[in-house]
């Protein structure tokens, strides 16, 4: 599975806030937050905290779809 975090990052500029804001108000780490602009994998507590933080819903905050790769392992390696 894929994911991406546009949807936070869209959430802090209508909020008009700085990555550095949105980490002193949830208190993730540094290395959280990189991971989230990488579009890394993080903790559930993470996206907790974040949702907490801004008074929303997790899917405000990051979207998961499949990725090519496992599509293919799903549907046995080959396309038709």
Do not use: Q
Not at 4 to 28: F, V
Request: charge should be negative; charged fraction near 30%.
């Amino acid at each position: 599975m894929a994911r991406s975090y546009n949807r936070l990052w869209h959430l802090l500029i209508d909020k008009n806030m700085t990555k550095g804001d949105l980490r002193r108000a949830s208190g993730i780490t540094t290395n959280a937050l990189a991971k989230l602009g990488r579009n890394e994998s993080v903790p559930i507590h993470t996206l907790e905290s974040l949702c907490t933080a801004l008074g929303c819903r997790i899917e405000d905050v990051v979207e998961v779809f499949p990725d090519e790769k496992s599509n293919k392992a799903e549907s046995g390696g080959e396309e038709n």
